[in-house]
């Protein structure tokens, strides 16, 4: 039956597009995907030119390493055969399905890639190409993927406890043995790679046991700052915030006396208590080192002035956003009579302490002109490639 079809200037069918392969925890295995938009570009990246326009999904994955992403059957059968090729077997090689053979029929399909080393810092591009009804056929679907050589990046943390003149601190009960892999599954798809080292003891004087106020920052800095690293400083609480992070370009302004990040586990003015949060604390360490590659939160909302608020279901899952949550009004009309997505639809699930939180590094660049919005992993790798006395600062 003919149907009739207005279009203004392009009309788009999606037979197949791209998600996260899995639920729950930052993985390295299962990179996230970038299907912002339609028609944007990648910025340049460590010398390798900004892309033509994406026309679809993008995703970085880092050199040398497997990993699964999830095709979704969106406007074609679920027993459509679909077979899954590289545009260069140079750059990353399709490990399953096999070679010739068609991929797993049903809704969603896991398909597993095989990056090669990339020599350098420039990263390598090609295209996962999904072809219809026969190995050759015509493509139907395109995933850009950047292969991310490694950039070496050191850390180091303290755990502070903060004593006033009546009381000793309580050292901050963090797990940073579960932490540390979390946060460096969350940047490794970019291709930096984050080596924690041993954490160091301090003990501080303040005027508030458990409390470090803004004005001491510098005092902890002074007496315990090592250079060659990003110092990560964790405290059972700050003043204002959850965390602070001071990029080399920006902790002068701030009166900062070192470019560092802190870590407060609570906030007694929310109630929030999240010693034994381990995602919740990856996530906002993981954050707090973004704005030590100097990126920034999204500054594009709309309404009341407030311009971290975001209303579009990717501030679930942006690494930069202030709370990895919409403020979308959830009365307003969603699309076609649907509920707004939640964060289990994205692949994150949920865990005992709510809402897995998101931690997306996106690629592509689809609001321009908006500070710190797009394109934070060229922004980060740019940064980092310019060296270690650019990047830890002095």
Known sequence: MPISVSVKSEFRVVPV????????????????????????????????????????????????????????????????TLYATSSDDSIFTVETPEQGKPCATGKKVNLTLNTQFVLGTQPAVAQLEIRYGK????????????????????????????????????????????IAP????????????????????????????DYLEFAEVNAVLNTHWQSGHINVYVVQELEDALGYGFSVDDYKGYGIAHPSVFLGLNDSSSGIQRTNDNLYCANDIAHEIGHFFTLRHPSDGPKDNHTWQRFDSWSMRLLMHNWNTTWRDPADTAHNGADWPEFNQFGYGNSPHGPYRGAAIPLKTINPGKRGVDGQCAAARNHIARGAARLYGA
């Open 135 to 178: 190995p050759d056929g015509p493509v139907i679907a395109c995933l850009l993927v950047y292969v991310m050589p490694m950039l070496v990046v050191n850390i180091q943390p303290h755990l502070v406890a903060i004593n006033d003149a009546s009381k000793p601190g309580t050292a901050p009960l963090i797990q940073l043995d579960s």
């Open 182 to 209: 979390l946060v460096q599954a969350i940047w490794y798809n970019a291709g930096v790679s984050l080596n924690f080292a041993k954490a160091k003891m301090v003990t501080f004087q303040g005027s508030k046991a």
């Open 17 to 80: 597009r791209f998600q996260r392969a899995i639920e729950g925890l930052p993985d390295s295995r299962y990179p996230e995907i970038d299907e912002r938009g339609f028609n944007h570009s990648v910025p340049a990246i460590n010398g390798q030119p900004a892309s033509s326009p994406v026309r679809g999904n993008a995703v970085s994955i880092a050199h040398n390493h497997t990993v699964e992403i999830q095709m979704v059957r969106e406007n074609i059968a679920d027993n459509a």
